[in-house]
């Protein structure tokens, strides 16, 4: 199959060069094969970008909301429609399995029925004043332009949070994928404008971060930078901003950990443990980095979790029967992950299973890891660097503070999940916690019903549910003095 070569879209126009040398070449993780080309966008793409998102928002940010909820469902139909090819270009360009990659797509049509929804509920206030003449309305209107940069783990869903809110609450819109994996999100987005979207409402531009997504967060005519991806990157993102005083959003880095109590229920706790471990080969912002498990069920906790990781099979995405591990999206990915099992083995950690690439089969062409669970060990870099891999660290603690304590004091703040029978300890923790998002016997995450906060480094603002479109508007007071002669 020869590969492909993917447009961007600009106001009313379909672009498929970059204005830069080279178009980017998008890899197959699973083999290292090109799967496809993306243009990698020139300053002077950007601006047009920018440029026609400014000269869309009058218009878009005027209409009724239900107007604009209709788009939505449009692109969520657009999406359903295309969900067996769009989840095909998940796997091929950043390689977990077929059957996640579906979900994924439906994980983003879902973002834009949920804002489609609450489009419409978007309330404003009548403020009691201290006078009988003066009247105080306060209402709500989007930011302008938006820039909408994500990372490559969810590269569909992670985008569809950022469109579907923006675009419910009349923002415009241009969105740069990651370059390791833009071809879904470039796909999508020219669905949306061959199925009605004005032009210049939504907008894409693909290229590196250095150069495209600094120019992008850069320009002067944006107003809102909404980012998902790594702190470091949060970080020069913010410093950016703060040269125009831009609205931010941030979700960054995590190191999720999990804290299994004494009393928790191992038939539960040890499943869902795999699953956040491993699931996407760990690329997870919310991935399990860390288990502190209570002494007494600490052996048959560890035991069990590191049978049922050496259980899991490993091969490319698209291979039948499927696997249930594809490889890491890149190279540096692999590295890191090497990198933090050699620390480990180092500081005298046992490694139970894993701690390997596959040494023979279709798996040993690609980015490929073994799940690997790893125990003991004094001061390991895993235990305070995101690994974001198939790589899970056991710690045995004493009792439920020193979990606690030990959850508590990295820099990170995304999820805490935390397995218990009991309830006073569930409330209790969970307040102690500092995690945007404490997750009590049950390993869902990132779910468009309910907020998704990063606390700490982890982020700032929030992203996801009601609160996730309150990030795209602003507070206006409308005071009116109707006392006049
Ligand atoms: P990254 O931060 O290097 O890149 C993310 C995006 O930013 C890409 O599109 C990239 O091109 C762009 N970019 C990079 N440098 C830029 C710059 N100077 N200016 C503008 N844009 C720039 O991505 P990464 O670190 O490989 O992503 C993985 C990280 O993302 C992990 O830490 C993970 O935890 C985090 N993540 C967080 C969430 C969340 O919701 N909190 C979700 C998924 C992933």
């Not at 120019?215 to 913010?238: D, E, N």
């Not at 307040?431 to 998704?452: K, M």
């Not at 992203?463 to 006392?483: A, C, F, S």
Request: hydrophobic share 45%; net charge negative.
């Amino acid at each position: 199959m020869t590969p492909g070569r993917a447009s961007l879209v600009i106001g009313a126009a379909t672009v498929s060069g970059g204005g830069q040398a080279d178009d980017i070449a998008v890899i197959n993780p699973a083999d290292q094969q090109i799967v496809g080309y993306a243009p990698a966008a020139g300053e002077q793409l950007v601006d047009d970008a920018v440029q026609a998102a400014r000269r869309a928002y009058g218009d878009w940010s005027a209409r009724p909301a239900a107007e604009r909820a209709a788009h939505l469902s449009v692109i969520a139909r657009w999406i359903r429609s295309r969900a067996g090819e769009l989840a095909r270009t998940l796997t091929l360009e950043q390689g977990k399995p077929l059957s996640e990659a579906a979900s994924e797509v439906s994980a983003a049509a879902a973002a834009f029925d949920y804002y489609a929804a609450e489009a419409v509920r978007v309330y404003g206030q009548t403020v009691p004043t201290d006078s009988r003449t003066l009247r105080s309305l306060v209402i709500h209107q989007p930011y302008g332009v938006t820039a909408a940069i994500t990372t490559w783990n969810y590269p569909l869903g992670l985008m569809a949070w950022k469109l579907a809110p923006a675009l419910a609450a009349g923002c415009t819109v241009v969105a740069k994928p990651s370059e390791l994996t833009p071809l879904a999100t470039l796909d999508l987005i020219r669905g949306a404008a061959e199925s009605g979207l004005p032009p210049g409402v939504l907008n894409s531009v693909s290229g590196t971060g250095a150069a495209t997504g600094r120019y992008l967060a850069g320009h002067p005519g944006v107003a809102k930078i909404s980012f998902t991806g790594g702190t470091s990157t949060g970080r020069q993102l913010l410093e950016l901003a703060a040269r125009d005083i831009k609205s931010v959003t941030l979700e960054l880095g995590g190191h999720s950990p999990m804290i299994v109590a004494a009393d928790a229920p191992l038939s539960l706790a040890v499943p869902d443990a795999v699953k956040r471990s491993f699931r996407n080969a760990g690329q997870l912002c919310n991935s399990v980095n860390r288990i502190f498990v209570e002494r007494p069920v600490a052996q048959e906790f560890t035991e069990k979790f590191a049978a049922a990781a050496a259980r899991l099979t490993v091969g490319p995405g698209l291979a039948d029967p499927e696997p249930d591990i594809g490889p890491l999206t890149s190279a540096a990915a692999l590295d890191r992950v090497e990198r933090h099992v050699a620390d480990a083995r180092q500081a005298g950690a046992e490694v139970l299973t894993g701690g390997a690439r596959p040494p023979d089969g279709p798996a040993s062409a690609g980015y490929f890891y073994l799940p690997t669970v790893v125990r003991g060990g004094d001061g390991l870099l895993m235990l305070r660097e995101e690994t974001f891999g198939p790589v899970a660290p056991v710690v045995v603690v004493d009792d439920l503070d020193e979990a606690i304590t030990a959850a508590n004091a990295l820099d990170f703040g995304l999820v805490c999940y935390l397995y218990t029978r009991d309830l006073r300890t569930s409330f209790t923790a969970a307040e102690r916690l500092e995690f945007g998002t404490v997750s009590v016997n049950s390993v869902g995450g990132g779910d468009v019903h309910y907020p998704y906060a990063g606390w700490k480094r982890s982020g700032l603002g929030v992203e996801l549910g009601r609160q996730g479109l309150e990030e795209y508007l602003r507070v206006k007071n409308i005071r009116m003095e109707i006392g006049y002669p």
